[in-house]
């Protein structure tokens, strides 16, 4: 990409985001909804993790949006040796003042981008779920705040076992969205070919720069995204079908709370993105799967006959229907 040239500050927020979302759309070819949903949680402030098997541009698509949004970014490479202070920080002794500093680590970044979170041992996994849950980091006995706005975007490899650590329950029902990449289509990699090599010959666009201005403002207006008695009454639904009645006796543990916020938040998003002041029955169901899958656990019996936790809640949105 060439040098960055910073947006106007007094940019329209929808049309700027939409600029940006264009813009991501010709350095990622076929990543259409990818670049939707990391625009929805930096909107949103709700974490994504990304899963997909190598070489689907996982990691290229967050740094594309880092380097467009005019916030400080950070990526974390995990290993079966990481410690929580490489990622958190550490007390450093100053001879010079008799005293200890604390010097920051990677995550205090505005976007972070932990990369194959799976090969994170547990303690790592545990310092970044403070960090993700409280946007804070505790080192002894000091507590120190992350920068606002605060955005982890995790990836995970699916096809590798080897030296990885399952995330815990608690740790994923803290992402807002689980993103699952597939691999792209004969036509789609055609034209990702042609791209890598007018990459290569520095045959590409400057990219403007979105100020964090814009994307506080673009927040304050999602907040104002009129969501109706019936489309709450819709999401709680959805939510409640995991915990009683046909679906219950497939899932042995079903989407908490949070799985009602994430989608209440992500419709507003996906609305406000669209242009409407409103959201929409399909704007939660575009996201339903994303925000509840990984916050069940099928039961063992439903895994035997093959039964994913998105299928289930796939099914529940045929079954489902909005007031």
């Known amino acids: 990409m060439d040098a960055a040239a910073p947006l106007p500050e ?12 264009d813009t991501l ?17 930096l909107l949103t402030g709700g974490h994504l993790l990304v899963e997909g098997a190598p070489g689907l541009a996982k990691t290229r698509a967050v740094k594309h949006l880092a380097a467009a949004v005019d916030g400080s970014f950070a990526r974390i ?30 995550v205090f970044h505005n976007l972070v981008l932990v990369d194959e979170i799976n090969r994170a041992p547990p303690k790592v996994q545990s310092a970044l779920l403070e960090a993700m849950a409280e946007s804070q980091v505790t080192s002894g006995a000091e507590t120190h705040a992350l ?7 995790a990836t995970q490899n699916p096809i590798e076992h080897d030296g ?12 807002m969205l689980h993103v699952v990449v597939d691999l792209p289509d004969m036509a789609t990699e055609r034209r990702i ?40 009454d819709y999401i709680v639904r959805l939510v409640g079908a995991t915990r009683a009645g046909t679906f219950a006796v497939e899932i042995e543990h079903a989407v908490s709370p949070r799985g009602s916020l994430a989608l209440a938040s992500g419709a507003r998003a996906m609305a406000w993105l669209s242009g409407r002041d409103h959201a929409v029955p399909q704007d939660v169901a575009d996201l339903a799967v994303e925000a509840l899958a990984h916050r069940m656990v099928p039961t063992w019996r439903a895994v035997s006959e093959g039964r994913t936790a998105r299928a289930i809640v796939a099914d529940l949105l045929d079954r489902v229907e909005p007031l």
């Open 147 to 153: 920068p606002d706005p605060f955005l982890v975007v």
């Open 10 to 21: 007094a940019a329209d927020p929808l049309r700027a985001l939409t600029d940006l979302s």
């Open 25 to 41: 759309g010709r350095d990622l070819i076929g990543r259409g909804p990818l670049i939707e949903r990391l625009l929805i949680g």
């Open 193 to 232: 070919l042609d791209l890598v090599e007018a990459e290569a010959r520095g045959e590409v666009s400057a990219l403007a720069v979105l100020p964090m201005d814009v994307v506080r403002q673009a927040r304050s207006a999602i907040a104002r995204v009129h969501i109706a008695p019936a489309l709450k």
């Open 164 to 175: 990885t650590f399952p995330l815990p329950e608690a740790q994923l029902d803290r992402f």
């Open 77 to 106: 490479q995990c290993t079966p040796d990481l410690l929580p202070a490489d990622l958190t920080g550490t007390p450093v002794w100053r001879p010079e003042t008799g005293t200890f500093d604390f010097v920051p680590g990677p």
